[in-house]
């Protein structure tokens, strides 16, 4: 049976990073306590955040961000056989974005799928083209998380002044960030990845995140009407107390589903930000396990230089521990990606086999 190696990697970030002092400007300040929770320094958004304009698009980062990995794969967009996309903010709700970066790769036919599980859903996609590949379905499968927040949440502060705009209303400001990530993976003999796990475990829990509008919830005409066509809701403390009961249960439930153990891995990739921050709210809520204990000192993400980014989260940072030497040949990288909107995981270890890149790929895109 064929493995699903990973071959290549790209990311993309739109525009120049905008940092904290400039979303205060736009928004107001938050508490300090509050903002070094949050451990976001930077982000960066597809549009301009003095007119709203937008100078990029979700499909448009998500090429950008495929064409980066397969220039650093070396493989040609018409050899991927098997393309999957995963975002929560399309560009429209029909056609998917998959489908416009195919056209956009200039590829005529292609197996596509779309997924929406916010950042879970890039590691789902890894799954799901680790077994189109073992079972010989698909050879070469490009796997893309891309997000577009920015245009949800510029109405909050455009014509508005900062002192008006509610606290509650400023924490998706100082949060979110638009990107794409990009990873191409390719049938190989050994290494690559290893069966993955994925769980909803919200039931009747309420929504962490709620983007309401645009859908067809109620009627349009009533949408119209309403003060915000989309309101981003976040639910901070909800999200403090219940993302750390599902990190730790991903990981347990990843590494099973490997049959490994965590002291089997050399790192694990979690787009939660601080590691510190998520060990302490652990022990709170009584769910630190002997997994984590083991993973002390090889956690890692780039949360604080790209800012939260949903779908991107996982193959931005993938690409950028891979570039910057962090992951080389021969380690075991679990990854794992959470999303709160209703409470899903998904994770994937990875037996990892591609070369490092070379020093003038690292340059960030």
């Not at 980066?68 to 040609?76: H, K, P, Q, S």
């Not at 939660?272 to 204990?293: F, H, I, K, Y």
Request: glycine share 12%; aromatic share 6%.
């Amino acid at each position: 049976m064929p493995s699903a190696q990973i071959i290549g990697t790209g990311g993309f970030q739109p525009g120049d990073p905008i940092d904290n002092a400039t979303i205060e400007k736009y928004v107001g300040p938050l508490p300090e306590d509050v903002l070094s929770g949050l451990t976001i320094e930077q982000r960066f958004w597809m549009i301009d955040p003095e007119t709203g304009e937008h100078h990029d698009s979700n499909s448009g980062m998500a090429y950008k961000a495929a064409v980066r990995a397969l220039e650093t794969a070396g493989i040609e967009a018409a050899e991927v056989d098997l393309m999957i996309l995963a975002t929560g903010t399309p560009d429209y709700t029909l056609p998917p974005s998959v489908n416009l970066v195919q056209e956009r790769l200039g590829v005529e036919s292609v197996t596509t799928l779309e997924i929406r599980s916010g950042g879970a859903g890039a590691a789902h996609g890894l799954d799901l083209a680790r077994t189109y590949i073992e079972q010989g379905i698909a050879t070469t499968a490009l796997v893309i998380g891309v997000e577009a927040i920015s245009p949800a949440i510029a109405p909050v502060f455009l014509e508005t002044e900062p002192h008006k705009i509610r606290m509650r209303d400023r924490m998706p400001l100082y949060m979110f960030g638009d990107g794409a990530g990009a990873i191409v993976l390719r049938a190989g003999e050994a290494g690559g990845l290893r069966r993955g796990a994925a769980r909803a475990i919200g039931g009747s829990r309420k929504p962490g995140i709620w983007a309401i509008g645009g859908g067809t919830h109620a009627p349009l005409l009533q949408q119209q009407r309403s003060k915000k066509l989309v309101d981003l809701k976040v639910d901070v403390v909800g999200a403090g107390d219940f993302t750390p009961v599902m990190v730790s249960e991903a990981l347990t439930h990843t590494l099973a589903a490997a049959g490994l153990a965590a002291a089997d891995t050399d790192w694990c990739l979690i787009p939660e930000g601080n590691a510190g921050w998520m060990l302490d709210s652990m022990r709170e809520a009584g769910v630190q396990t002997a997994e984590w204990e083991a993973l002390e000192g090889r956690i890692f993400d780039n949360l604080a230089m790209t800012g939260a980014c949903g779908c991107a989260a996982v193959p931005l940072f993938l690409d950028d521990g891979w570039r910057n030497g962090q992951i080389q040949p021969g380690h075991r990288v679990a990854i794992i990606g959470v999303e709160a909107t209703k409470w899903m995981y998904a994770g994937i270890v990875c037996d990892w086999t591609a070369p490092t890149p070379a020093a003038s790929s690292r340059v960030p895109a």
